[in-house]
Structures are given as structure tokens and as C-alpha cells.
């Protein structure tokens, strides 16, 4: 909804002329989950702003945005709101920076003013807490790795010396604006001094952790490995996964489900491996199946159905023999 000017206690929208908000929600809500409020041609306008949060509120299912908050003390009022930002021209006219927007609305109850920053991986494993500030959110986001704030040595740069650096994936703040959380990729020998890959000691028995173990094994196996065998033969990898699938639906105790889940699951990751693909390439692909509207009825493929043949959900063309 692009806001024009107002007048009266009418605002002008954009393709609508004048009409109050009211209204206009009533016709959005029908087919709408998320409504951007631009201002066109005048000032930001928090009175407007604030009239559009109390109509979303009384909305189910409808999330508001604003574009282009001209401040980062506007940022931090819309944050205070629950109102998402969506910025564009004020960073393409240098106006407002990620870091400062960002900075805008994180709070910190120490003296130092640092925020805590929760330091994971891919797969979400805590690696370490470090502290971060303006300056140091300012380097991160230029330099698209670990930056943070020592409290003894200022700016630090994770691996500047030791080469274990971070690529940084994204950053999210928790609910109360006090403290963030690092995603990154770790490259190296890992994020701890102690040369292991977190400051609360090594992770085992997770997903991750096997992930990378298989990974590793491709070009690091030791002799006799079994992992390296599944690699260097097709058939026998998918010859123990089909078997280990068979035994998965045939267990029936809680115990014996979790063996063979177990057993799937390494099999499965060694697939996974043998191309290269981690667990953070499987993860994002969950997330995006988790956003379809529209869902493949499932059924299953017949006997003798090998790759390329058509899928037993492919719509039926009208007249195809």
C-alpha cells in the first residue's frame, strides 16, 4: 500500500484516491499475508504508521512492513512496534548502513555497551561467545566474515593470524534486542583456541558431526575404511541403504526403530557425501519444501521406475494415451 499524502483524517493511496485505512485493509486481508507500507512523494509519517499497526493487529494473519524508515531512530521505532523494516534507498544513497539500522535496535545492559554474540555453525551448534559493537557489526557486514570485539584487544578479526576464518551466513537477534547470534561457516581447525571446533568441546553423536566425519573421509580416509568402500561402490552403497530401509519397517520396538533409523541415517549421509553435499545443503533444502502451499499427493512410484520415467503424481494431459 503506497501512501500519496493525506488529508483530513483521509490518507491518499496510491491507485485508490482517498480513503481511510480502514477500508483498505478490509480489501487486502481477503488476499493478503504481509502488507509493505511505502510513502511516496512525502514524509515518513509515524501517526500513519501507527494507525496501520492497530488495523493489522486486529488481522489475522497479515504482517506489516515499512519501507524505507528514513532514520535509524525511525528502525528502532518500527522494531519497538514489531514492524519489519525493508530498506532500499536509504542504503543505496549511503544515508543508513546494515550496521546501523542493526545497531539501532540492539540494547545492552553493560557498561562497555557490547553485545553478547552467540557464535554456531551451519547446523546451529554453539561454537563460542564473543562481544560485538557498531564497529565491529560494521566489519562483519563489509567483510562477510567473524567480526567481533575483544575485550582486551579491540577488533578482532576470527583467523586474520591463526587462518581459521569464518564466513558469515547471517545474523539473528534474540527477542529482547540484547544479544545476537553469528552464523557462520568455520573453516580451519575450528573456532577454538584449543584447536577443536568449540569452545564446549567437541560435538558427538550428532548430525553434524557424522556429516562432516563422512565429508572428511573422502579425501582423508584411513586404511580399511568402510566409509571409503560405500564411495568407491555405487552398488554396494545403495544395496545397504535399500537393506537398512527394509529393516527400518520391519522393527518393532522403540529401541529397534532408533537402531535402524540410525543405520538409515548413515547411509543416507554417505549418499550425501559421495557428492559432496553437507547437511546444511539438506537443511536448506527441507526449509524450502517446508514453504510449499501446493503439495504432490505422494504416491508411490511402481515397480521397475527408474529415474526419468513420468511421476505417478504428473498431472494427467487430457487425450494422452
Request: with cysteine; hydrophobic share 40%; aromatic share 6%.
Amino acid at each position: 500500500m503506497t501512501v500519496t499524502g493525506t488529508d483530513g483524517d483521509k490518507v491518499l493511496i496510491a491507485g485508490g484516491g482517498a480513503g481511510d485505512l480502514t477500508n483498505a485493509m478490509e480489501e487486502i486481508s481477503y488476499y493478503a499475508t504481509r502488507l509493505l507500507l511505502r510513502f511516496q512523494g512525502i514524509a515518513f509519517d509515524r501517526s500513519v504508521v501507527e494507525s496501520a499497526k492497530g488495523l493489522v493487529a486486529e488481522l489475522k494473519g497479515i504482517m506489516l512492513n515499512v519501507e524505507d524508515p528514513p532514520t535509524a531512530d525511525d528502525v528502532a521505532f518500527l522494531d519497538a512496534k514489531g514492524i519489519e523494516s525493508i530498506l532500499n534507498k536509504p542504503l543505496r544513497d549511503g544515508s543508513l548502513t546494515v550496521a546501523g539500522a542493526l545497531g539501532a535496535v540492539l540494547v545492552s545492559d553493560r557498561p562497555d555497551g557490547l553485545i553478547p554474540t552467540v557464535v554456531v555453525d551451519e547446523d546451529l551448534v554453539s561454537l563460542g561467545l564473543c562481544y560485538s559493537n557498531l564497529e565491529s557489526l560494521s566489519e562483519a557486514f563489509k567483510r562477510c566474515c567473524g567480526v567481533y570485539w575483544s575485550r582486551t584487544r579491540g577488533l578482532w578479526i576470527k583467523g586474520l593470524t591463526s587462518g581459521a576464518t569464518q564466513e558469515l551466513i547471517r545474523i539473528d537477534i534474540d527477542c529482547d534486542r540484547d544479544s545476537m547470534r553469528f552464523v557462520v561457516r568455520q573453516a580451519g581447525c575450528g573456532f577454538c583456541h584449543m584447536n577443536i571446533s568449540s569452545c564446549f568441546g567437541e560435538d558427538h553423536g550428532t548430525l553434524g558431526a557424522l556429516m562432516r566425519t563422512l565429508i572428511d573421509r573422502r579425501n582423508n580416509a584411513p586404511a580399511g575404511s568402510y566409509t571409503k568402500r560405500l564411495f568407491d561402490d555405487e552398488a554396494l552403497l545403495k544395496s545397504k541403504l535399500l537393506e537398512e530401509c527394509e529393516e527400518l519397517m520391519a522393527a518393532k520396538d522403540d529401541r529397534e526403530v532408533a537402531f535402524e533409523t540410525a543405520d538409515v541415517i548413515y547411509f543416507a549421509f554417505a549418499a550425501c557425501a559421495r557428492h559432496g553435499v553437507n547437511l546444511a545443503a539438506v537443511q536448506r533444502s527441507l526449509a524450502r519444501k517446508a514453504l510449499r502451499v501446493r503439495r504432490r499427493p505422494g504416491n508411490a512410484k511402481p515397480a521397475g521406475w527408474k529415474p526419468g520415467d513420468p511421476s505417478p503424481d504428473a498431472p494427467v494431459v487430457a487425450g494422452a494415451k
